[in-house]
């Protein structure tokens, strides 16, 4: 059955030879590939969702010179932000980074991030003909992607700790270090990274998609699965990210489903209040077999292990230097500088090449672009969880831990060249603007 036709025989969304329905093709294959950032990369920058990016953007572009019109619900503050931050990119690149080819690398991925992974993949659901039919499809190729993600860690954990069969072996990558990349937790097991560039990354994409998993799975009323297909693809999921042993996500998930769980308390009260003895006794026994598991496998003990390694290890000393090397930098610069920063590989412009390295976005994005550049970031994140807030369905809350997920993951990480928190971000937008009076 054609992945893009609604549950109404001979009723397709769009026609094949429409712009419209090869706009939603390539959204949908967009989603499937976007875990594959580092596994079957073409280089360390071209890699398949990248390129299928880049087709919804020309196809946006050509519906807008036929149409001289842009969808209902498109444009927003969200685009205001962006033309800000984009203008003085170019700004502080000029000031500070022209003629240098690595500043000039970094406004050109600035742009194409912005661009591609945030308004093309807007402009690509607003402009859908049944937005109904498309926020389903979006969610069913979300899980998709984030399962065949889960189970490929899953193997991939038990064939390199138990047979001592590396996959990643005989999996391209982008580059020779990507392809050796093989971390240890208390040398003890290799860490799962799934199809990214390293374990850290791939909890991340987890932890943006995963909650939309379990909506999609559970609580949408649009997946017909099994139950014991729905529990058995949870339970992967939930070992992918212990497999993956990234102490950050083990922080920040409980952090952002206790944030979600009191913005959508109402909501929790209200589950758990129509729920009947038997679920309390399950949920009770599926408690009791987890302590028992964990009694055996010491789960919980490796989780605690491998954080307290993380803190000990040289990983946070590197980030902590590199923390300490911003603000010595930053507190020398001039006014104007603070203002507009360095320009785009700031570090690179002033010499200190990758030892100057800054291993978070907000403070990246401070050093390169200024005091100016971290407001409108936060000002465009702000965005996002305003609208957010304003979803009172259950998909709310799910869509919160994802959110704040990406927000607070950022801290640790500068991967914004990444597409997922991108993708949810734009997603969250148009559910909002589409459905907020929709009652799930």
Same mark, same amino acid.
């Given at each position: 059955?054609?992945?893009l036709q609604n549950?109404?025989?001979a009723e397709?969304l769009q026609r094949?030879?429409?712009? $419209?329905?090869?706009s939603n ?6 989603i499937l590939?976007?875990p594959?950032?580092?596994a079957f990369?073409f280089?360390?920058?071209i890699s398949m969702?990248?390129i299928?990016?880049?087709?919804l953007?020309?196809?946006m572009a050509i519906?807008?010179?036929q149409?001289?019109k842009?969808?209902d619900?498109f444009?927003g ?7 800000l ?5 170019v700004? #502080?690149y000029?000031v ?6 690595k *500043?000039?690398?970094?406004t050109?991925a !600035?742009f ?5 992974f945030? =308004?093309g993949?807007k402009?690509?659901?607003?402009n859908?003909?049944d ?7 979006a969610?069913q190729?979300i899980?998709y992607?984030?399962?065949i #993600?889960?189970?490929?860690g ?7 700790n ?5 996959l990643? $072996?005989?999996?391209p &990558?982008?580059?020779? %270090? ?6 240890t937790?208390?040398?003890?097991f290799? &860490?799962?990274r ?5 374990s850290?990354v !791939?909890?991340?994409?987890l ?11 559970? !609580?949408s009323g649009d997946?017909k699965w099994?139950k014991e ?7 992967s999921?939930?070992? @992918?990210?212990?497999?993956?042993a990234?102490?950050?996500t083990f922080i920040i998930?409980? =952090?952002a ?5 009191? =913005?959508?308390?109402k909501?929790?009260?209200q ?6 003895w038997r679920?309390y006794v399950k949920?009770?026994f599926?408690?009791t077999l987890?302590?028992?598991?964990? @009694?055996?496998?010491t789960i @919980?003990a *490796?989780i605690?292990?491998?954080?307290a $390694?993380?803190?000990?290890s040289? *990983?946070?000393?590197d980030r902590q230097?590199r923390?300490?090397?911003f603000i010595?930098?930053f @507190?020398?610069?001039?006014p104007l500088n603070?203002?507009?920063? %360095?320009g785009?590989?700031?570090?690179n412009i002033?010499? !200190?090449e990758?030892s100057?390295t800054?291993?978070s976005l907000?403070y990246?994005?401070?050093f ?6 971290l407001f409108?970031l ?5 965005y996002?969880?305003f ?5 009172k369905?259950?998909i709310?809350?799910f869509?919160?831990v994802?959110v ?5 993951h950022?801290?640790?990480?500068? $991967?914004?060249w990444?597409?997922?928190f991108?993708?949810?971000a734009?997603f969250t937008v148009?559910y909002e603007?589409?459905?907020t009076?929709a009652?799930?």
């Open positions: 059955m054609d992945i549950n109404k025989p397709p094949r030879s429409g712009l $419209d329905y090869w093709f390539f959204l949908l294959l967009y590939t976007m594959f950032v580092s990369a280089t360390g920058t969702p990248l299928f990016a880049v087709f953007f020309l196809i519906k807008i010179i149409t001289g842009l969808p619900g444009i503050f969200d685009l205001v932000i962006i033309s931050f984009l203008f003085f990119t700004f #502080s000029m500070h980074g022209l003629g240098n080819s *500043s000039l690398n970094h050109v !600035y194409s991030t912005f661009s591609l945030y =308004v993949i402009f690509t659901f607003f859908a003909r937005k109904n039919l498309m926020a389903k499809r969610l190729f899980a992607t984030t399962i #993600s889960a189970l490929y899953n193997v991939e954990f038990i064939s390199a138990v047979f001592g069969v590396n990643n $072996d005989y999996i &990558r982008a580059s020779a %270090a990507e392809e050796f990349y093989n971390p937790v208390l040398a003890l290799y &860490r799962a799934g199809f990214a560039v390293e850290g !791939y909890t991340q994409m932890e943006l998609f995963g909650p939309l998993t379990f909506y999609f799975m559970f !609580y997946c099994k297909f729905k529990i058995l693809y949870t339970i999921i939930i070992l @992918s990210i212990i497999f993956a990234s102490s950050a998930l409980p =952090v489903i206790a944030f979600s769980s009191i =913005v959508y308390i909501k929790v009260g589950f758990f209040a129509k729920k009947s679920f949920g009770g599926f408690l987890i302590i028992f598991i964990n @009694s055996y496998l @919980s *490796s605690l292990l491998s954080i $390694d993380k803190l000990d040289n *990983s946070l000393g230097e923390i300490n090397f010595s930098q @507190s020398r610069f001039n603070k203002l507009v920063g %360095a785009p590989a700031g570090s002033l010499g !200190y990758d100057g800054i291993i907000y990246n994005i401070t390169e672009l200024g005091i100016i550049g409108l936060l000002l465009f994140m702000a996002i969880l609208h957010n807030f304003k979803i369905s259950k709310g809350g869509l919160m994802s704040v997920s990406g927000i607070v950022y801290y640790v990480v500068n $991967d914004y990444v597409p997922w991108w993708f949810i734009a148009f603007k589409t459905f009076n009652s799930e």
